[in-house]
Antibody, heavy 119, light 106 residues
Framework: EVQLQQSGPELVKPGASVKISCKTS????????MHWVKQSHGKSLEWIGG????????SYNQKFKGKATLTVGKSSSTAYMELRSLTSEDSPVYYC????????????WGQGTLVTVSA | DIVMTQSHKFMSTSVGDRVSITCKAS??????VAWYQQKPGQSPKLLIY???TRHTGVPDRFTGSGSGTDYTLTISSVQAEDLALYYC????????FGGGTKLEIK
């Protein structure tokens, strides 16, 4: 069974950085791109970017370039997203997500990580 | 970026009714559309991809249709557990999502 287990909620100060993790199991980690999605409170979903765990190649939504950095740890089958220069606008829930078998549609999601930015 | 517009933020329906949720793309996305259901406190759940293909385990009361720029998710006989937010997403290019439609049960 495919599982994506994200790290717990974070409370950070404005201007700080945070690194969220997504530990995977139930499939071959290096064979599927890991994606990250943002959901602000009361708002919709935004694709942040995706990373190929096999070669580390990544693509980003232009809006999040310079804000988010995606990395992986192959040995632990874990994906990471670092967010920097956080503001209160950056206090949503972040999800890691994996496409389904036909490479379309996000069929598997982590449980979400809430990041609260507050002084 | 392709903009996905769900014109109804809220829809109210009764158990047993048929309801259709619509989504319009800013350009032709060639049926590359997925639908998701999100219940309070949960992650989104994939229902439909390629506009009309039901994901594994999705009840057959959920049906997707559409082409070009206009897409619809239909629930043939609404159940109480279908109370949720529904999002469309295009997978034609860089993924973008609609703003969501909240289905409320009368």
């Amino acid at each position: 069974e495919v599982q994506l287990q994200q790290s717990g909620p974070e409370l950070v100060k404005p201007g700080a950085s945070v690194k969220i993790s997504c530990k995977t199991s139930g499939y071959t980690f290096t064979e599927y791109t890991m994606h990250w999605v943002k959901q602000s409170h009361g708002k919709s979903l935004e694709w942040i970017g995706g990373i190929n765990p096999n070669n580390g190649g990544s693509s980003y939504n232009q809006k999040f370039k310079g804000k988010a950095t995606l990395t992986v740890g192959k040995s632990s089958s874990t994906a990471y997203m670092e967010l920097r220069s956080l503001t209160s606008e950056d206090s949503p829930v972040y999800y890691c997500a994996k496409l389904g078998d036909y490479d379309v549609g996000f069929a598997y999601w982590g449980q979400g990580t809430l990041v609260t930015v507050s002084a | 970026d392709i903009v996905m517009t769900q014109s109804h933020k809220f829809m109210s329906t009764s158990v047993g009714d048929r309801v259709s949720i619509t989504c319009k793309a800013s350009q032709d996305v060639s049926t590359a559309v997925a639908w998701y259901q999100q219940k309070p406190g949960q992650s989104p759940k994939l229902l439909i991809y390629w506009a009309s293909t039901r994901h594994t385990g999705v009840p057959d009361r959920f049906t997707g249709s559409g082409s070009g720029t206009d897409y619809t998710l239909t629930i043939s006989s609404v159940q109480a557990e279908d109370l949720a937010l529904y999002y469309c997403q295009q997978h034609y290019s860089t993924p973008t999502f609609g703003g969501g439609t909240k289905l409320e049960i009368k």
